[in-house]
C-alpha cells in the first residue's frame, strides 16, 4: 500500500517542531524528510540527521539537475526537498513527514496532487510574539523578520487542506494524529491494498 504525502507548515513560534517530533515519536509509519540547505550547522546539530548541509555550488547543481521537488531561500540560505526520497518513501509504503513553508508546500501539491497540507496556527498573533520572545537569542530586527514572515505566512492558510490551531500542545496533537488516521483511510489510498480480499 503506497504512503500518503504530509505536509506541514506554520510561522516561526507556533510550535511546529514539537509538534513533529511528537508525531515521529509516536508512529513508526512516519518518515520525515530531512532537507538539503546551504546554512552552516547550529552547535549540535548532525549532518544527514537534521539537515543535508551542502555547498552552494552542490544545492545549485542539485536544483537545477531536477534533484529538488521544491526549494526555497530564507534569511540568504537554500533549503530543498529531494524528490527521489519523497518517492521511494511513499512507494516502500511509508508516510512522508515535510516541514515546509507555503511556497515549498504549494509546489509539493503541484506534483503530487493527493498530497495534504496542514497548517499550525498560533492562537493569536499576539501569543506568537510572546512565544518568539521567549526563545531569546533573537535580535529586535531578526523578531521583526520572524513576525512579518509569519504574518505573511498566515495569509496563506486558507489554502490548506487542513488547519490546526496550536493553543494546548496535547489537543493540536490529537488533532494531527486525526488528521494522520484520516489520510490513512482515504479511499484511494486503502482500496488498491483492500480490493483483492473482495476479488473486486
Known amino acids: 500500500m503506497e504512503g500518503s504525502i504530509l505536509v506541514i507548515s506554520a510561522p516561526s513560534g507556533a510550535g511546529k517542531s514539537t509538534l513533529i517530533q511528537r508525531l515521529l515519536a509516536a ?7 530531512i532537507s538539503y540547505t546551504t546554512r552552516p550547522p547550529r552547535p549540535g546539530e548532525v549532518h544527514g540527521k537534521d539537515y543535508h548541509f551542502i555547498s552552494h555550488e552542490d544545492f545549485l547543481r542539485l536544483r537545477d539537475s531536477g534533484g529538488l521537488v521544491e526549494w526555497v531561500e530564507q534569511f540568504g540560505y537554500f533549503y530543498g526537498t529531494g524528490v527521489e526520497w519523497v518517492r521511494r518513501t ?10 515546509l513553508e507555503p511556497r515549498g508546500a504549494r509546489a509539493i501539491k503541484a506534483l503530487f496532487p493527493a498530497a495534504l497540507l496542514i497548517f499550525i496556527l498560533p492562537p493569536s498573533l499576539e501569543e506568537l510574539e510572546r512565544r518568539l520572545r521567549l526563545r531569546g537569542g533573537l535580535s529586535l530586527r531578526e523578531l521583526a523578520q520572524r513576525l512579518e514572515q509569519g504574518r505573511e505566512e498566515l495569509r496563506q492558510a486558507c489554502h490548506y487542506d487542513y488547519l490546526v490551531v496550536n493553543e494546548d500542545l496535547a489537543t493540536a496533537e490529537t488533532e494531527l494524529k486525526a488528521i494522520i488516521t484520516a489520510a490513512r483511510l482515504r479511499s484511494s489510498i486503502s482500496w488498491p491494498h483492500l480490493a483483492p480480499r473482495f476479488q473486486v
Open 27 to 33: 508512529d513508526p509509519r512516519l518518515r520525515f524528510s
Open 90 to 99: 511513499i512507494a516502500g509504503g511509508a508516510d512522508a513527514l515535510l516541514d
